[in-house]
C-alpha cells in the first residue's frame, strides 16, 4: 500500500497560481497511477487530473484542461499539481490519490477506482 499526504493549498485571487504537492510513502511511488480530484462545498468528490505511472500519459478535466498540469517524480515519491489562471470556482478542498490500476480502464477518472487517498488540502480563490 501506500500513503500520501498533500500541502501547498492557500487563499489566492483570480487569474493567481498556485502548486500542490502529494509526498508518497510506503510501496514504490511508481507502482501506481496518481491522480487529483476535488470537493466543493456541498458537492461530490469530483476528477481534476490523472497521470500514469511513469508520467508518460495524463487526463484532464474539461474544467482545468489548459490551466493546470499534473506531473509526478517517482525519485522524489512526489506528485505535483501546477494550478494556473485560477478561478472563484476551482475553490474546493483538493485530494490526492492513488490506484495500483490493474485492469481499470484508461483513464480512471471515477474515485471508487482509487484506493488510496490523503486528507486533503483547502484551495480558496477569491474573486
Known amino acids: 500500500q501506500v500513503q500520501v499526504v498533500e500541502s501547498g493549498g492557500g487563499l489566492v485571487q483570480a487569474g493567481e497560481s498556485l502548486r500542490l504537492f502529494c509526498a508518497a510513502s510506503?510501496?514504490?511511488?511508481?507502482?501506481?497511477?496518481m491522480g487529483w480530484f476535488r470537493q466543493a462545498p456541498g458537492k461530490e468528490r469530483e476528477f481534476v487530473a490523472v497521470i500514469s505511472k511513469l508520467g508518460g500519459t495524463t487526463d484532464y478535466a474539461d474544467s482545468v484542461k489548459g490551466r493546470f498540469i499534473i506531473s509526478r517524480d517517482n525519485a522524489k515519491n512526489m506528485l505535483y499539481l501546477q494550478m494556473n489562471s485560477l478561478k472563484p470556482e476551482d475553490t474546493a478542498v483538493y485530494y490526492c490519490?492513488?490506484?495500483?490500476?490493474?485492469?481499470?480502464?484508461?483513464?480512471?477518472?471515477?474515485?471508487?477506482?482509487?484506493?488510496?487517498w490523503g486528507q486533503g488540502t483547502q484551495v480558496t480563490v477569491s474573486s
Open positions: 490519490a492513488a490506484t495500483e490500476g490493474v485492469g481499470i480502464t484508461w483513464p480512471p477518472r471515477r474515485v471508487a477506482q482509487y484506493a488510496y
Open positions: 510506503g510501496r514504490t511511488v511508481s507502482s501506481f497511477v
